[in-house]
T-cell receptor, first 110, second 114 residues
Framework: GNSVTQMEGPVTLSEEAFLTINCTYTATGYPSLFWYVQYPGEGLQLLLKATKADDKGSNKGFEATYRKETTSFHLEKGSVQVSDSAVYFCALSPERALTFGSGTRLQVQP | GAGVSQSPSNKVTEKGKDVELRCDPISGHTALYWYRQRLGQGLEFLIYFQGNSAPDKSGLPSDRFSAERTGESVSTLTIQRTQQEDSAVYLC????????????FGNGTRLTVT
């Protein structure tokens, strides 16, 4: 079956630190991969996506590269801000409904 | 342009009662999804509607759970004879039908079964 595994949180960083949130997946075929973000008090929203191997998704300074050989889609940002504090979900879409990971809470301290 | 709207935002019910949760998708979004998020856990897929096709009910955890959708508009998720393990945030999302169209989520309904 399809599954997504994310690193457990919370991840606590100081402002301007480098961020990596690991995500690996198991899927049949060639799924598309996504990162969704949930800011406090808001609904989930799409952060970035990649639809085929070696694609890099990017948005708001965040990046993730679709690595088929390692079945990974790690989220990175070079310099985090307090406003990046949120829960981040990795997800894959082999067909229709998305399969989500358990989420990683990021806390950025000033 | 309104986003996905869910109601109620919070629901407290006694064990054994039935509850109905409502979702108003974004206009023009033919795809609609229900997910459940238990405390500290990821999103669990429940059911998916796409236009007039038969819904994908593969994620419904038991026959106490059912969902309906009227055309390409409002959807209701019904939980009969609620149990304490049904306590969770129930999230609705909608999207255009194209593969990989981003999902737009509502703020969810927090259900607490006492």
């Amino acid at each position: 079956g399809n599954s997504v595994t994310q690193m457990e949180g919370p991840v606590t960083l100081s402002e301007e630190a480098f961020l990596t949130i690991n995500c690996t997946y198991t899927a049949t075929g060639y799924p598309s991969l996504f990162w969704y973000v949930q800011y406090p008090g808001e609904g989930l929203q799409l952060l970035l996506k990649a639809t085929k191997a070696d694609d890099k998704g990017s948005n708001k300074g965040f990046e993730a590269t679709y690595r088929k050989e390692t079945t990974s889609f790690h989220l990175e940002k070079g310099s985090v801000q307090v406003s990046d504090s949120a829960v981040y979900f990795c997800a894959l879409s082999p067909e229709r409904a998305l399969t989500f990971g358990s989420g990683t809470r990021l806390q950025v301290q000033p | 342009g309104a986003g996905v709207s869910q109601s109620p935002s919070n629901k407290v019910t006694e064990k054994g009662k039935d509850v109905e949760l409502r979702c108003d998708p974004i206009s023009g979004h033919t795809a609609l999804y229900w997910y459940r998020q238990r405390l500290g856990q990821g999103l669990e897929f429940l059911i998916y509607f796409q236009g007039n096709s038969a819904p994908d009910k593969s994620g419904l955890p038991s026959d106490r759970f059912s969902a309906e959708r009227t055309g390409e508009s409002v959807s209701t998720l019904t939980i009969q004879r609620t149990q304490q393990e049904d306590s969770a945030v129930y999230l609705c999302a909608s999207s255009f039908p194209q593969t990989n169209s981003p999902l737009h989520f509502g703020n969810g309904t927090r259900l607490t079964v006492t």
